[in-house]
């Protein structure tokens, strides 16, 4: 079966930082991943996915992650954080019928 | 292009009571999930379908719990018996079947359901 593990519930960090999410899963069977976000009283978007090919992707606004077939994780990760920033974090993996399995999320909140 | 709508956004009632959420769909998209959502948890999978059929109920989808989709458009959940153990964000997406399951889930804001 599958499983998602993010490592962290929360991730303080100051603005202009760097930051990473870790996310690891396990599934005996190939796998899409995905990282959604979710804001105060809203639902969840998706911020990037990895289906195959390239293993790292890039999401429109400047996070990246990293397929890491070896070590089975798909860390999520931002060069320099906004405030904007601010939210919970969900890795998901990709099972039957395109069903999602979601991690316990993490909590990133951006310091000024 | 609208996204998925979910009506109530937020439901008070008392512990006994039934309750429905309705759900739609992005227009085109055949299959709809439901998921619960509990504070500082990730969403957890309740049910699946592709079109109108019904193909996938989580073990979390107690007797109490009932979903339709019946013209394969929107879709109901409908909570009978109310427990305040149902307290949570109960959340709609879809997406298409084209695609296979790298296929992008879009999910509504959700609706909040408070039992006292």
């Known amino acids: 079966a599958q499983s998602v593990t993010q490592l962290d519930s929360q991730v303080p960090v100051f603005e202009e930082a760097p930051v990473e999410l870790r996310c690891n899963y396990s599934?005996?069977?190939?796998?899409?991943l995905f990282w959604y976000v979710q804001y105060p009283n809203q639902g969840l978007q998706l911020l990037l996915k990895?289906?195959?090919?390239?293993?790292l992707v890039e999401s429109i606004n400047g996070f990246e992650a990293e397929f890491n077939k070896s070590q089975t994780s798909f860390h999520l990760r931002k060069p320099s954080v906004h405030i904007s920033d601010t939210a919970e974090y969900f890795c998901a993996a990709s099972g039957g019928y395109n069903k999602l399995i979601f991690g316990a999320g993490t909590r990133l909140a951006v310091h000024p | 292009d609208t996204g998925v709508s979910q009506d109530p956004r937020h439901k008070i009632t008392k512990r006994g009571q039934n309750v429905t959420f309705r759900c739609d769909p992005i227009s085109e998209h055949n299959r709809l999930y439901w998921y619960r959502q509990t504070l500082g948890q990730g969403p957890e999978f309740l049910t699946y379908f592709q079109n109108e059929a019904q193909l996938e109920k989580s073990r979390l989808l107690s007797d109490r719990f009932s979903a339709e989709r019946p013209k394969g458009s929107f879709s109901t959940l409908e909570i009978q018996r109310t427990e305040q153990g149902d307290s949570a964000m109960y959340l709609c997406a879809s997406s298409p079947s084209v695609g296979g399951s790298g296929n992008t889930i879009y999910f509504g804001e959700g609706s909040w359901l408070t039992v006292v």
């Open positions: 990895y289906l195959s090919g390239s293993t």
């Open positions: 599934s005996s069977v190939s796998v899409y």
